[in-house]
């Protein structure tokens, strides 16, 4: 399958502490992406990583990717509770045909 | 705000009957996708259209499931008949999606269907 899939399914911690989730796939890629889903709502783009690029910053997220060992991961600094939701990794594909395929998502619990 | 709109919101319909989800894509996007979200199989993707064009369908069961995109302004996924494991959320997405750019796409907030 060329889902990414993430681990963990399921995380929970302190505000304050930082969230970092991570994300493996299968077959080569042109550009990862990391998106949030809020109960009852809609998936929302956060971050692009393209397959030439190893970091990516965007306010309190850091995106890394390793394309010799298909990973990624996702790290949140200095969580608030605001940042509950589900997470998901999708991987992109180049060609006329390209389309994102996502994974199963990771539950992010962070307590007051 | 551009964003993409789904309608109904919610859709409760006994089985057999016909369900028809709309989707307005973002204006100028070329892509749109079809999505269906469970707590067992995650979102998977039903079929996608490129320039109006259907791309591929293939995670679509072929025999109960539709989607066209009649114009550039409308998508639509209809099941016919419907049956209750049909009962989940679907999503519209769409993205302005070339051979060598990202693709990043935009949802709509979804169709929750429950059929009984």
């Known amino acids: 399958s060329q889902q990414g899939e993430e681990d963990p399914q399921a995380l929970s911690i302190q505000e304050g502490e930082n969230a970092t989730m991570n994300c493996s796939y299968k077959t080569s890629i042109n550009n990862l992406q990391w998106y949030r889903q809020n109960s009852g709502r809609g998936l929302v783009h956060l971050i692009l990583i393209r397959s030439n690029e190893r970091e990516k910053h965007s306010g309190r997220l850091r995106v890394t990717l390793d394309t010799s060992k298909k990973s990624s991961s996702l790290l949140i600094t200095a969580s608030r509770a605001a940042d509950t939701a589900s997470y998901f990794c999708a991987t992109g594909y180049t060609g006329a045909n390209s389309k994102l395929t996502f994974g199963k998502g990771i539950t992010l619990s962070v307590r007051p | 705000d551009a964003r993409v709109t789904q309608t109904p919101r919610h859709k409760v319909t006994e089985m057999g009957q016909e369900v028809t989800m709309r989707c307005q894509p973002i204006l100028g996007h070329n892509t749109v996708f079809w999505y269906r979200q469970t707590m067992m199989q995650g979102l998977e993707l039903l079929a996608y259209f490129r320039n109006r064009a259907p791309l591929d369908d293939s995670g679509m069961p072929k025999d109960r499931f539709s989607a066209e995109m009649p114009d550039a302004t409308l998508a639509t996924l209809k099941i016919q008949p419907s049956e209750p494991r049909d009962s989940a959320v679907y999503f519209c997405?769409?993205?302005?999606?070339?051979?060598?750019?990202?693709?990043?796409?935009?949802f709509g907030e979804g169709s929750w269907l429950t059929v009984v």
């Open positions: 997405a769409s993205g302005l999606v070339s051979g060598l750019s990202g693709n990043t796409i935009y």
